[in-house]
C-alpha cells in the first residue's frame, strides 16, 4: 500500500513497509508540519507578488499554507490570498500588518477581506471548486 496524505494538513502516512531507511526522516518531517499546523506563525511578504499570493498546503512538505498564524508584510497593492487546494478545510487567524487590504478566496464562495491593521479568524470551508471563506470574528 503507497504512502497516502491527510485532507487538511498534508502529513504522510507511511504505507506498509514503505520508506526503509528514511522513516526517521519522514517521521521527523510529519513532526514539523503538524507543529506548524498547530502552533506555526509564518509572515506571508506580499511585497514581490503584485495583486494575488497563493497560500498553499503541500503534501509532505512544509509549505506557507500550513501556519495557524498568518502576519501579513509589505504589500504595494491591495491582494488577493487564493487558499490551496480548494478541497482542504483550513482554519486560519490572521494579522493583516501589509499596509493594505487582503481578500481571502478559496473557490467560487465567499470571500472574506481584511482591512490593513486589522485582524481575523477565519475558515475555509474545503469544498472544492464552490468553497467559501467565513470571518468567524464577526460572529463574536
Not at 506563525?41 to 507578488?49: A, E, F, K, R
Not at 487558499?83 to 486560519?92: G, V
Not at 478559496?106 to 477581506?113: D, K, P, R, T
Amino acid at each position: 500500500m503507497p504512502s497516502t496524505y491527510t485532507d487538511n494538513g498534508g502529513i504522510e502516512k507511511i504505507g506498509l513497509g514503505e520508506k526503509a531507511g528514511a522513516w526517521g526522516t519522514t517521521t521527523n518531517n510529519n513532526f514539523d508540519i503538524i507543529d506548524r499546523l498547530t502552533n506555526g506563525v509564518g509572515t506571508i511578504d506580499l511585497s514581490g507578488s503584485g495583486a494575488s499570493h497563493t497560500l498553499t498546503t503541500s503534501d509532505g512538505s512544509l509549505s506557507d499554507g500550513m501556519f495557524k498564524v498568518l502576519v501579513l508584510s509589505s504589500a504595494t497593492q491591495a491582494c488577493t490570498i487564493t487558499i490551496s487546494p480548494n478541497d482542504a478545510d483550513k482554519l486560519y487567524f490572521v494579522q493583516n500588518s501589509s499596509g493594505q487590504t487582503a481578500t481571502f478566496t478559496q473557490g467560487s464562495g465567499a470571500n472574506v477581506s481584511i482591512a490593513a491593521g486589522e485582524a481575523a479568524i477565519i475558515f475555509a470551508d474545503g469544498a472544492g471548486s464552490g468553497a467559501a471563506v467565513t470571518d468567524f470574528s464577526t460572529l463574536f
